[in-house]
């Protein structure tokens, strides 16, 4: 909490004071303090506006002898077109020991496009002025030809059945654009529909065929669990006899060998 501060003038700083009586800051709306350090409580306020100065600041004014320091032997006077060409030279010269740099060292080269062979001349054909007219695709076949005045009738019946096979076409094309515009929507939404719907069975069928593969899974874990036990003695079985057999043959071999050293001693 702040209190209320009494301030009086300095006068060792050289500013005489306007009024001899002390004039008390208020720092806080609480209370005050005299001169005495008395601290009195009061009814705050609701606003303290600030007081303006006693003694406002006065502008800094320069000795005479310092007034007039900036006179025209200060600015350089406008060069000479001599001595301007002679100045441009210098930096001419000295430009030309360092090449220019267009693109920083560290900034990334310009961005070339790459097109492709479809594309190049299409992008020539569109900067092209005039504009070429596009003819990927072929309109000739939807105008009506012109059959020349002498033309003889064989002629002129093979332009009429071309025009015949042209306007029907182009009755045709009308007609689906406009069921396209009627009914396309509709029609595109039950497409949708359909697919949706054999994705959802084709679904069915991919978790039907999972659930049989995990319960064929697990009847052949059960089943060899089942028989673990009789797998287990049937190897130690065929272990043994197939430890029987090496038994006899070394039995047969060392036998071999005795009747062969009988026969040796009888002669």
């Known amino acids: 909490m702040g209190f209320s501060v009494t301030i009086k003038h300095r006068v060792s700083e050289g500013v005489a004071p306007t009024n001899?009586?002390?004039?008390?800051?208020?720092?806080?709306?609480?209370?005050?303090?005299?001169?005495?350090?008395?601290?009195?409580?009061?009814?705050?306020?609701?606003c303290v506006p600030p007081r303006p100065p006693s003694n406002p600041p006065q502008p800094i004014r320069l000795p005479p002898s310092l007034a007039n320091t900036?006179?025209?032997a200060d600015i350089d006077p406008e060069p000479?077109?001599?001595?301007?060409a002679a100045?441009?030279?210098?930096?001419?010269?000295?430009?030309?020991?360092?090449?220019?740099?267009?693109?920083?060292?560290?900034l990334r080269p310009a961005y070339e496009p790459r097109f492709s062979a479809l594309m190049a001349p299409e992008l020539a054909r569109t900067a092209a002025s005039p504009r070429r007219p596009?003819?990927?695709?072929?309109?000739?076949?939807?105008?009506?030809?012109?059959?020349?005045?002498?033309?003889?009738?064989?002629?002129v019946a093979a332009?009429?059945?071309?025009a015949y096979a042209s306007a029907t076409y182009l009755s045709g094309r009308r007609q689906h654009l406009a069921l396209l515009d009627s009914y396309g929507k509709n029609a595109w939404l039950v497409g949708n529909a359909a697919l949706e719907a054999e994705v959802a069975a084709?679904?069915?069928?991919?978790?039907?065929?999972?659930?049989?593969v995990d319960l064929t899974t697990v009847a052949r874990q059960r089943a060899q669990e089942a028989v673990a036990g009789e797998l287990r003695g049937l190897d130690e079985a065929w272990r043994k006899g197939v430890g029987r057999v090496l038994e006899t043959e070394v039995a047969a071999e060392g036998m071999r060998r005795?009747?062969?050293?009988?026969?040796?001693?009888r002669r």
């Open 20 to 46: 001899p009586k002390p004039r008390a800051i208020a720092w806080h709306p609480l209370a005050t303090q005299d001169a005495a350090h008395n601290i009195t409580p009061r009814v705050p306020p609701l």
């Open 70 to 72: 900036t006179t025209a």
């Open 80 to 84: 000479t077109a001599a001595q301007r």
């Open 87 to 106: 100045a441009e030279a210098l930096i001419a010269a000295e430009r030309a020991t360092v090449p220019d740099d267009p693109q920083h060292a560290l």
């Open 134 to 155: 596009l003819t990927a695709v072929d309109v000739a076949r939807y105008e009506v030809e012109d059959v020349a005045a002498g033309a003889d009738a064989a002629a």
């Open 159 to 162: 332009a009429l059945r071309r």
């Open 202 to 212: 084709l679904e069915r069928e991919l978790a039907a065929a999972r659930r049989d």
């Open 258 to 265: 005795r009747v062969d050293e009988a026969r040796r001693e």
